[in-house]
């Protein structure tokens, strides 16, 4: 059974890191596009970040580019992301995403940047 479930979020100063984790199991994680994104209240779902199969080739959304870091381990299917230097407009629920002929889908964390 396909599994994604992710880990990390909180409540944050501005300034401040979090580190996401989304362990998975179920299917060929090494085959797949892994991608963090994140919805805000009021808000359309945005692309976070993305790493491609094998490679892991790594695409960030200009709001977080130069602060967020996607990484994947295949040896144990998980996906991560260290956010920097985290902002209030950064507060949404996070989403991990496994994409190719098919689309699987994590249950979110909240990430909260209080100032």
């Known amino acids: 059974q396909v599994q994604l479930m992710e880990s990390g979020g909180g409540l944050v100063q501005p300034g401040g890191s979090l580190r996401l984790s989304c362990a998975t199991s179920?299917?060929?994680?090494?085959?797949?596009?892994m991608t963090w994104y994140r919805q805000a209240p009021g808000k359309e779902r945005e692309l976070v970040a993305r790493s491609g199969p094998i490679t892991g080739a790594t695409m960030y959304a200009d709001s977080v580019k130069g602060r967020f870091t996607i990484a994947r381990d295949n040896a144990k299917n998980t996906v991560y992301l260290q956010m920097d230097s985290l902002k209030p407009e950064d507060t949404a629920m996070y989403y991990c995403a496994a994409l190719w002929g098919l689309e699987y889908w994590g249950q979110g964390t909240q990430v909260t940047v209080f100032s």
């Open positions: 179920g299917f060929a994680f090494s085959s797949y596009t």
